[in-house]
T-cell receptor, first 119, second 112 residues
Framework: GAGVSQSPRYKVAKRGQDVALRCDPI?????LFWYQQALGQGPEFLTY????????KSGLPSDRFFAERPEGSVSTLKIQRTQQEDSAVYLC?????????????????FGPGTRLTVL | GENVEQHPSTLSVQEGDSAVIKCTYS??????FPWYKQELGKGPQLIID?????GEKKDQRIAVTLNKTAKHFSLHITETQPEDSAVYFC???????????FGDGTTLTVKP
């Protein structure tokens, strides 16, 4: 299909391991967002890209979290030295519009998420 | 920053009844308010959205109302069906800033 895809769908890591989560946005979508969703909670913003530029990383909980989108398409969220509190579903979303563009399409399309469990 | 509160956290209705979920937001700069439906094991899916220059929007059995003065917005589902059972999230966003702030969700159960 033409939706947002994420891989892997499930990841189990031992505490201290590094993980990399991948997001393939909808083709042509300019904006890409990462969110963290703890069990029973709403998604919480992590970071946001417009093309390859990371415009907002205010939601990243620590310097162990790093995201990149080098060619303005696929994005990777990397977590170093994972901790148990990192266990959550990591959601990626993409949007057609540039933020701030008057009349632009603001709808965010979400992927299925990656469920990360840190033991 | 923005803070979104959502009520109730759980809602159980009989098939055919209406369901109403309410949200409040704190940042007057927010100008876009989407509602999402999330089913188990899936990502949130947009079901309806409203912009700050509109007071009400309807799409078949789903409607959303926005009161900018009071900073609250509501989702209304009429003639509920068992397949409407899911977790629903409201969100608020300043489209100049990019990120969305979500409520904590409402688990809706529609009993046949």
């Amino acid at each position: 299909g033409a939706g947002v895809s994420q891989s892997p769908r499930y990841k189990v890591a031992k505490r201290g391991q590094d993980v990399a989560l991948r997001c393939d946005p909808i083709s042509g979508h300019v904006s890409l967002f990462w969110y963290q969703q703890a069990l029973g909670q709403g998604p919480e913003f992590l970071t946001y890209f417009q093309n390859e530029a990371q415009l907002d990383k205010s939601g990243l909980p620590s310097d162990r979290f790093f995201a990149e989108r080098p060619e303005g398409s696929v994005s990777t969220l990397k977590i170093q030295r994972t901790q148990q509190e990192d266990s959550a579903v990591y959601l990626c979303a993409s949007s057609l519009a540039l933020s701030g563009l008057a009349g632009g399409r603001n709808e965010q399309f979400f992927g299925p998420g990656t469920r990360l469990t840190v033991l | 920053g923005e803070n979104v509160e959502q009520h109730p956290s759980t809602l159980s209705v009989q098939e055919g009844d209406s369901a109403v979920i309410k949200c409040t937001y704190s940042d007057s700069a927010s100008n876009y308010f989407p509602w999402y439906k999330q089913e188990l094991g899936k990502g949130p899916q947009l079901i309806i959205d409203i912009r700050s220059n509109v007071g009400e929007k309807k799409d078949q059995r789903i409607a959303v109302t926005l009161n900018k003065t009071a900073k609250h917005f509501s989702l209304h589902i009429t003639e509920t069906q068992p397949e409407d059972s899911a977790v629903y999230f409201c969100a608020a966003r300043n489209t100049n800033a990019g990120k969305s702030t979500f409520g904590d969700g409402t688990t809706l159960t529609v009993k046949p």
